[in-house]
Each structure stands twice: as structure tokens, then as C-alpha cells.
């Protein structure tokens, strides 16, 4: 006797799955992280050079 059972069906959904969600998250905290360093690198690299400069005239 036959029996008809269903096809077993991947998952089909435009909603992403929670890996795609956290891999997403991933890469935007890690951009989000980059930026930051960035900026506190130019802030360094200005007190630096506001420093340097005030030395200078300083010794004056």
C-alpha cells in the first residue's frame, strides 16, 4: 500500500534567521567600534599637537 506523506519543505521566509540577525549585529558593532577609535585617535592626536604647541611657547 502507498502512502502519501509530505514532502519535507525547507524553511522559505523573507524574515532572517536569528544567525543572519546576530552576524548583522556583528558587523555593525564592529563598524560602529572602528568609528570610535577613529575619532579618539584624532582626539589624541589633537591633544597632542595643542600640547606640543603649548610647550613651544612656552619655552619661549
Known amino acids: 500500500m502507498f502512502v502519501n506523506r509530505p514532502s ?4 522559505v521566509s523573507d524574515t532572517p534567521s536569528r544567525l543572519e540577525l546576530l552576524q548583522f549585529t556583528r558587523r555593525v558593532v564592529e563598524q560602529q567600534a572602528r568609528a570610535s577609535l577613529r575619532q579618539l585617535d584624532r582626539w589624541i ?8 604647541v603649548a610647550a613651544a611657547e612656552i619655552s619661549r
Open 8 to 11: 519535507i519543505i525547507e524553511r
Open 45 to 52: 592626536a589633537d591633544s597632542l599637537g595643542l600640547r606640543a
